[in-house]
């Protein structure tokens, strides 16, 4: 044994042990036990998650898209009818094909006018050439007056929200001490519907509604009754003959 020897024997050695060393970790599972080494099944879950993360950013970007447009469309910023949608031309009824009540039906809606007090037979009365127009008021029943013009209306909610009859241009907005804020639409084809004894409006002259859209609120409490007036070219009409309440 010499000095040289030894030395050479243990630098042999040192490398041996660090290629078996080196061999074990790579190809074998104890490399998980390294610091910082992740095991196959956390990268596996940490993968999924990632996964998932990437999934609902994708919807909430979404979800925040849409909250956006519809602030804009409330906020009048984006007109609805401006939107890229197939127009629905309604095809009038075709009055042969309709069937009308038969005598049971006749005699049961006498008996319950007679008894009630309220005639449900206003639905049937409904034009075929009428224009596609949506009830005013949802929470309501339509009482029968001398006036057919001018219907009465029983609001069963304490507050609810009065919606446009078809897409129109607000007229003018005032404030009656009678009335309570009235609303004037003026719509195509001549149409002019007034909303009458609302508590308040969502909309100024000159805006644009939408068909269907909340135009304002009516409070039952607040003094006034809800009256609704249609007229075409400064007639009256009978809202019962042109709208489905």
């Known amino acids: 044994m ?3 020897r030894i030395a050479i024997s243990l630098i042999i050695i040192l490398i041996a042990v660090v290629c078996v060393g080196a061999m074990i970790i790579s190809f074998t599972p104890l490399r998980t036990l390294l610091p910082g080494y992740l095991k196959n099944t ?3 879950e940490y993968l999924e998650a990632n996964a998932r993360i990437d999934s609902l950013l994708n919807v909430v970007a979404l979800n925040n898209r849409y909250i956006d447009n519809l602030n804009n469309i409330l906020a009048g910023e984006i007109d609805v009818d401006s939107l ?5 031309d309604p095809q009038p009824l075709d009055t042969a094909l309709l069937i009308g009540p038969s005598e049971q039906e006749k005699a049961f809606v006498a008996a319950y006018t007679a008894h009630e007090g309220f005639s449900i037979e206003n639905a049937t009365t409904v034009l075929p050439d009428a224009p596609a127009f949506v009830t005013p008021i949802r929470e309501a029943i339509l009482r029968p007056t001398g006036r057919p013009t001018a219907p009465a209306f029983e609001v069963t909610e304490d507050k609810v929200g009065i919606f446009a009859i078809a897409r129109a241009t607000v007229a003018d907005t005032f404030d ?5 804020v009235v609303l004037l639409l003026q719509h195509p084809d001549g149409y002019l519907s ?5 508590k308040n409006v969502n909309f100024k002259a000159g805006d ?4 269907g859209a909340r135009i304002g609120t009516f409070v039952r409490d607040a003094g006034h ?3 609704f007036i249609l007229m075409r070219d400064g007639t009256r009409l009978k809202p019962t003959e042109y709208i489905q309440f």
């Not at 007034?194 to 609302?198: A, D, K, P, V």
């Not at 644009?208 to 068909?211: E, M, R």
Request: net charge positive; aromatic share 8%; glycine share 10%.
């Open 194 to 198: 007034i909303y009458e004894g609302l």
């Open 176 to 180: 009656s001490p009678d009335r309570g």
């Open 2 to 4: 010499s000095k040289k």
């Open 42 to 44: 956390e990268r596996r």
């Open 225 to 227: 009754d809800f009256g």
């Open 84 to 88: 890229m949608i197939a127009p629905i």
């Open 208 to 211: 644009q509604v939408a068909s």
